[in-house]
């Protein structure tokens, strides 16, 4: 492959990210390296140490770690116990009407989900328009910690009237599919939503439910969901880890 073909492989930083007067920092290109290494010791392998590493690249353990930090925020590499070790791919969510555990499901992952809580209460004024609801009346809020393949990976937050689910305590598990629930014991069905996507940090409660370190990005979607006669349903936010999801949609023309 020639030199000009490399610059611009599909999906790759243009120029490799090397910037037009190629001075590049020293972590930059250890980073570099380390990737190729990775390629080579493939999903699950166990990465040498810092100090391993710094001796086979020339470099201080600090420019070591520096790339290492980035590689772990993108997903590249995970904790292991006092190691660390080779990512396997991130898991793609559609942005789609379609629940996270059919989204797992198709990507030959096991979906599951961890109760953290269920609590019925009078709806605040601003939770009102969201869902539906008078302020006041009863609403559920029913807060999850997503699985898949037993490693967490997210934190969900669902709120609605009660009325819409009167037997959410008692019928409903926790660790199944909340969409699943609402079409085949309450025949209801979705309609459409409006999404909202942003780049977020955890906070330090939400970081130790996740299991992750609360400098690492997350991605947060907030969702206003209608049933199949347009009557507001639901509000979730859904908070996703950044190095382990990425989220897929099709456009289409107006």
């Known amino acids: 492959m ?3 073909t490399q ?3 599909p999906g790759s930083p243009v120029r490799s990210g090397i910037p037009e007067h ?3 920092p020293k972590y930059y290109a250890v980073k570099a390296r380390i990737a190729e290494l990775l390629d080579e010791l493939g999903e699950g392998g166990t990465l040498p140490t810092e100090r391993d590493l710094a001796e086979r690249y020339g470099v201080s353990r600090e420019t070591v770690r520096q790339a290492l930090r980035e590689l772990l925020l993108e997903g590249r590499l995970r904790r292991a116990g006092r190691g660390t070790v080779v990512a396997g791919p991130k898991l793609e969510q559609p942005l789609s009407l379609a629940s996270y555990t059919e989204g797992v499901r198709r990507q030959g992952r096991r979906p599951g989900r961890h109760l953290i ?9 601003d939770l009102a328009p969201g869902i539906g609801a008078e302020a006041g009346e009863p609403v ?5 910690v997503l ?6 990976v997210g934190l969900e937050s669902t709120y609605i009237r009660a009325a819409r689910a009167p037997r959410l305590d008692s019928d409903f598990q926790p660790d199944s599919s909340f969409y699943g629930y609402l079409r085949e014991r309450l025949g209801i069905s979705f ?3 409006d999404e909202k996507l942003e780049t977020v940090l955890a906070t330090p409660r939400e970081a130790l439910l996740i299991g992750t370190p609360p400098a690492l990005p997350m991605l947060l979607i907030h969702r206003f969901s209608r049933d199949q006669d347009g009557r507001p349903l639901e509000r979730v936010r859904s908070l996703y880890r950044g190095d382990r999801f990425s989220f897929t949609t099709r456009l289409r023309p107006e």
């Open 2 to 4: 020639d030199e000009q």
């Open 7 to 9: 610059h611009h492989r």
């Open 22 to 24: 190629g001075r590049i």
């Open 117 to 125: 809580g269920l609590e019925r209460f009078p709806c605040p004024p």
């Open 140 to 144: 559920w809020h029913l807060e999850r």
């Open 147 to 152: 699985l898949a393949d037993d490693e967490r």
């Open 191 to 193: 309609g459409d939503a």
